[in-house]
C-alpha cells in the first residue's frame, strides 16, 4: 500500500489503499486547499517528476530543494558541524541520489525540524539514512501525520542537540514554532535557522505571520515574546525556509531587534520605537 503524498503542501501520511479524504494541514486556517482541489502523489510519482538540487548557501551550509518545484517550495538546509552533519526542515523528495550523497558525506546524525509544514515525509529520510532521531517541539505533535518511533518530542523553549546547537522554540506560526542556534558556525559568528518562524522577508529583514498565505498576522504581545526567547542568542546570519526571497549574511542579530520593533510598530499603530522601548512598555503595562 501506498503512503500518499498531499500535492499541496507535501505532508505524507501512512500508507493506505485509497488517499486520505482530505488533508489536515492544507484544510488548516494557516494553509488552503489548492483551486483544484487535493491531489495526491507518491514517492515514487515524485521520483519520476522530480529531482533534487543542492546549492552553498554559505560556509557549513547546503540547501537541498526540489526541482520542479513541489509542494509550498520548501527546502532544507544541510548543516555540516564538527559533531556531523544535521538535516534542518525536511522537504517531500527522497531519493536514491540524495541518499548517496548524504552517504558519501557521513549520513546524518539528527534531523530536527521548524514546524509541520515542514514534516513531509520526514520519516522516509529518518529510515533511509539509518533511523536518525527526529526532533519536533511536543506543542505540534497533534499535526504529526504519520507517527514513527524515529519522532522525538522535546518540551520547554530550549534544547541542545549536540555542542553549540541548540533548538530554541519561539511558537508564533505554529505553537512549537523552532529555529536552530548554531553558536560555533563560521568561527564563532553564529547563525540561525529560522524556517519561517521568523521569515527572511526581501528587504532584508524578518517578518511574523500566524498564516502566510491568508495574511493573518501575529499580535505585539506575540512577537515580543519571540524576541525575548531569543535574545540570549548571539548570531550574525539568518537563513530562512525559501530561496531567492532573501537572506541575512550579517548583523542578524541588530536586524532581527529592527525588525521586531518595526512589525510592532506597524501592527499597534504606533511610532517607530526601539525593542527595548516597546519592551519597557510592555512591561509598565503589565
Ligand atoms: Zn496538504
Ligand atoms: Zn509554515
Redesign the pocket.
Known amino acids: 500500500m501506498p503512503a500518499f503524498i498531499?500535492s499541496?503542501?507535501?505532508?505524507q501520511y501512512p500508507s493506505s489503499e485509497a488517499p486520505p479524504g482530505a488533508?489536515l494541514?492544507?484544510t488548516d486556517e494557516r494553509?488552503f486547499v489548492p483551486a483544484l482541489g487535493?491531489s495526491w502523489t507518491t514517492l515514487k510519482g515524485l521520483r519520476n517528476a522530480h529531482s533534487n538540487k543542492f546549492r552553498r548557501l554559505a560556509t557549513g551550509l547546503t540547501t537541498i530543494e526540489t526541482t520542479p518545484a513541489f509542494g509550498i517550495g520548501q527546502r532544507a538546509i544541510l548543516a555540516c558541524t564538527p559533531a556531523g552533519n544535521m538535516l534542518w526542515d525536511c522537504i517531500a523528495l527522497i531519493d536514491e541520489a540524495t541518499v548517496d550523497l548524504l552517504q558519501g558525506i557521513g549520513g546524518l546524525v539528527a534531523i530536527a525540524i521548524s514546524h509541520p509544514h515542514y514534516y513531509t515525509t520526514m520519516v522516509e529520510w529518518s529510515r533511509a539514512l539509518g533511523g536518525v532521531p527526529i526532533h519536533l517541539h511536543v506543542a505540534d505533535r497533534q499535526w504529526v501525520m504519520r507517527a514513527d518511533p524515529s519522532l522525538q518530542f522535546w518540551e520547554g523553549d530550549i534544547k541542545p542537540i549536540g555542542p553549540g546547537l541548540t533548538l530554541v522554540r519561539l511558537g508564533g506560526h505554529f505553537d512549537g514554532g523552532t529555529v536552530l542556534h548554531w553558536a560555533d558556525w563560521s568561527e564563532g559568528r553564529g547563525v540561525i535557522l529560522s524556517g519561517d518562524i521568523l521569515q527572511v522577508v526581501p528587504s532584508g529583514h524578518v517578518s511574523f505571520m500566524w498564516s502566510y498565505p491568508n495574511l493573518i498576522p501575529l499580535s505585539a504581545a506575540k512577537v515580543r515574546r519571540m524576541a525575548e526567547i531569543l535574545e540570549p542568542f548571539a548570531f550574525d546570519a539568518v537563513y530562512g525556509a525559501f530561496s531567492g526571497r532573501g537572506q541575512i549574511d550579517a548583523n542578524g542579530k541588530q536586524v532581527v531587534a529592527a525588525s521586531v520593533a518595526r512589525y510592532i510598530a506597524r501592527i499597534s499603530e504606533t511610532s517607530e520605537v526601539s525593542v527595548e522601548q516597546s519592551a519597557e512598555r510592555h512591561r509598565a503595562a503589565v
Open positions: 498531499c499541496g503542501c507535501g505532508t488533508c494541514i492544507c494553509q487535493q
